[in-house]
């Protein structure tokens, strides 16, 4: 994801000797800074760490585990961190909840085309197997994959509500 303004994580961030950085989230830089681009290179203060702005983004999506560390010293849990610092720096609920629905879609995405894949395939070799059903018989093919889909959603959309309704400030107080 490019910055909307200066810089994103580079390698060099996770060094011991590198300064705790931070990257604001474009809301909370518009509401907090009022877009003023001389917010590079200030420094903001997070549960008394002091971080230095190098960046901006349009929505924090996600950042490495090994940076997790560096970013602050809070032992919350990477998935709740991720979330956590999001939302306190910007990013919207709903993006929030976009961002893990997507990427349980992107696994069903994965496991459905692998899956299919491979049912074809050994549809062949078990055709021998079969009496009065067609080897690729279209509507099993087609009502399997759309149940898994309805259970991906749900198996997705759960986990995105309460990552969506994550409360900044009794997630690090409970750390």
């Given at each position: 994801?490019?910055?909307?303004?200066?810089?994103?994580?580079?390698?060099?961030?996770?060094?011991?000797?590198?300064?705790?950085?931070?990257?604001?989230?474009y809301s909370f830089w518009q509401s907090r800074y009022s877009?003023?681009?001389?917010?590079?290179?200030q420094t903001l203060q997070v549960?008394?760490?002091?971080?230095?702005i190098?960046?901006?983004?349009?929505?924090?999506?996600?950042?490495?585990?090994?940076?997790?560390?560096?970013m602050a010293e809070v032992s919350l849990s990477p998935v709740v961190y991720l979330f956590t610092l999001g939302i306190s720096l910007g990013a919207e609920p709903k993006h929030v909840k976009g961002m893990v629905m997507g990427q349980g879609l992107i696994i069903f995405a994965v496991g459905a085309a692998l899956g299919l894949g491979l049912a074809f395939a050994l549809t062949r070799l078990m055709s021998g197997l079969l009496f009065g059903v067609e080897p690729v018989d279209p509507l099993t093919f087609a009502l399997v994959p759309l149940g898994l889909l309805a259970v991906a959603l749900l198996a997705s959309y759960i986990p995105a509500r309460r990552a969506a309704r994550v409360d900044v400030m009794a997630a690090l107080r409970r750390e």
């Open positions: 994801m490019l910055p909307v303004l200066g810089r994103t994580y580079t390698r060099e961030d996770n060094d011991p000797d590198a300064p705790t950085i931070a990257l604001l989230g877009g003023d681009p001389g917010v590079l290179g549960d008394g760490v002091t971080l230095e190098v960046g901006v983004l349009r929505l924090l999506v996600a950042m490495a585990p090994t940076q997790l560390p560096r």
